[in-house]
């Protein structure tokens, strides 16, 4: 293949929370562009690092070799206050002319996607978007790196709470990550035969909760696993689970916040084959000119999505998991 007629120096971050798979996308991005002949920049500590000129400069594929299975960002991640000033930004773009960057990849989520959009717009420097967040609520594609491996870290955990949890006969809440998104909570409740999963997308799950204490098991006596994903409420699943202990003080209730563990771990095979084919695609899309636009998956094909619609628009609600969480904890 031939180099870009117009492209020659291409940068890569992560920004946001770090996700299974970040690695792998980073390697991706670096050895597809190596083999057009585009001279590869990292950037460390996402846009933090664009306005600190941290640049790790000419990277080549041993550089990225073992890093596939690794959890976390070889790049390294940051929020940064600094981006949200047009100064900040200002001074991120001359570090981009310095380093001669013609094209720069950004592995993050909607916020990352938010922030390179305005700084586009502001200094014309062409981005492309790669999802990473184990949310998967963007807009534009099914799915998001790190998705599955947040997914199976939570299931793997209820797990072997589940396994305390019958063994006392004692509710547990279980919180999820999840600020606005219920993807995440709802899935892995599916998964782990949740009795009650709650979820932002959705107002009545307190009724739902209330059927199972009074119906199942209050005249069973069992356990059960009530999931939560931490943006549905303030004060999240403690404040739940303290209201719940108030109203019934004869059941044996107990917390369990996964937290950050949730973004850490070796990524599945579904995480690393989708960032891999994500940081191919995003190679592709500067080759056919592209700017300003996400690479994403839908029905298991890339697609291209204009990053002015992924930061404006809302990813639509699986009501047909809902359905099926909803129904098969019906049958008291």
Known sequence: MTMHKEFKRIAVFTSGGDAPGMNAAIRAVTRAGLANNFEIYGIKRGFQGMIEDDFFANMKANDVSGIMQQGGTFLQTARSEDFRTYEGREKAFRN????????????GGDGSFTGALIFSQEFDVPFIGIPGTIDNDMYGTDYTIGYDTA?????????????????????????????????????????????????????????????????DYKTKKRSGIIMVAEG???GGALELANKVQKEYP????????????????????TDRVAATQMGVAAIDALLDDQ??????????????????????????????????????????
């Open 96 to 107: 981009l002319q310095k380093h001669e960057i013609d094209a720069v990849i950004v592995i």
């Open 151 to 215: 997914l199976n870290t939570v299931m793997q955990a209820v797990d072997k709470i589940k396994d305390t949890a019958q063994s006392h006969g004692r509710i547990f809440f279980i919180e999820v990550m999840g600020h606005e998104a219920g993807a995440l909570a709802l899935k892995a409740g599916v998964a782990c035969g949740a009795e009650v999963t709650f979820i932002p997308e959705v107002q009545d799950e307190e009724k739902d909760l209330e059927i199972f204490l009074a119906e």
């Open 250 to 269: 004869e059941i044996g209730v107990r917390v369990s916040i996964l937290g950050h563990m949730q973004r850490g771990g070796s990524p599945t095979v």
């Open 291 to 332: 700017k300003n636009i996400m690479v994403g998956l839908h029905n298991e094909k890339i697609v291209r999505v204009p990053l002015s619609k992924v930061v404006k628009l809302n990813r639509s609600f699986d009501d047909n998991l809902l359905y099926i969480q909803k129904l098969i904890n019906s049958a008291y």
């Open 232 to 234: 549905d409420r303030p």
